[in-house]
């Protein structure tokens, strides 16, 4: 049987796995490796492994609030930035980049 512990934040989720509180979370990958990486003390860290094998695809949305003045210029401009990045390649790169 797992272990369930609530918890504020993925911080303090990682923190309860080194303490054996939890025993796995579900974390988006980049920002599972940002924390582990930026925010545990370097002794937590090695006691840590972030599976590579997603088990659900959830899409991530750009949101803009409706208060300011340009924002449909803004996610035009973000739309257009996005397709360049994946007709040029450079979204794939990035990614690869991030999973390092």
């Keep these: 049987m797992l272990a369930v512990d609530e918890a504020v934040d993925d911080v303090n989720n990682l923190k309860k ?48 609030s409706k208060k300011v003045d340009n924002a449909q210029a803004i996610m035009d401009a973000f739309d257009a930035g996005y397709r360049e990045l994946q007709r040029s390649r450079r979204l794939d790169a990035l990614e690869r980049k991030l999973r390092k």
């Design 17 to 64: 796995l080194v303490y054996k509180r939890i025993d796995l979370f579900p974390l988006e990958e980049s920002a599972a490796r940002y924390l582990i990486a930026n925010k545990l003390d370097p002794g937590e860290a090695p006691q840590l492994q972030v599976q590579s094998k997603s088990f659900w695809t959830v899409p991530i949305h750009f949101v803009v």
